[in-house]
């Protein structure tokens, strides 16, 4: 079984800081792609920021210049720094990784349960 757990999530004013973390355990051979995602109420879940096995990153527009991705694959866990938080980043966050369970098994996506972020003005 895998399991990937968040965590840091909170209330933090405008312009605030705050660090998630999402740690993958479980039957794992080799972690690939590791992203973040959010949804806000009444909105779809929308891709944030992705990290590839290599370290490659990419960002949604909207947090370009504030938000960093980074991984530790000793850990097998993802982080998103989230600087200069505005409201519209309120939302639940979600890690997901591509990973192998197995080195002759394909690869799938596991999601971890969410940790809510709120951005006060």
């Known amino acids: 079984q895998v399991q990937l757990v968040e965590s840091g999530g909170g209330l933090v004013q405008a312009g605030g800081s705050l660090r998630l973390s999402c740690a993958a355990s479980g039957s794992i051979f080799r972690i690939n792609a590791m992203y973040w995602y959010r949804q806000a109420p009444g909105k779809q879940r929308e891709l944030v920021a992705v990290i590839t096995g290599d370290g490659s990153t990419d960002y949604a527009d909207s947090v370009k210049g504030r938000f960093t991705i980074s991984r530790d694959n000793a850990e097998n866990t993802v982080y998103l720094q989230m600087n200069g938080l505005k409201p519209e980043d309120t939302a639940v966050y979600y890690c997901?990784?591509?990973?192998?369970?197995?080195?002759?098994?394909?690869?799938?996506?596991?999601w971890g349960q969410g940790t809510q972020v709120t951005v006060s003005s």
């Open positions: 997901k990784a591509n990973l192998h369970v197995k080195e002759w098994r394909n690869p799938r996506d596991y």
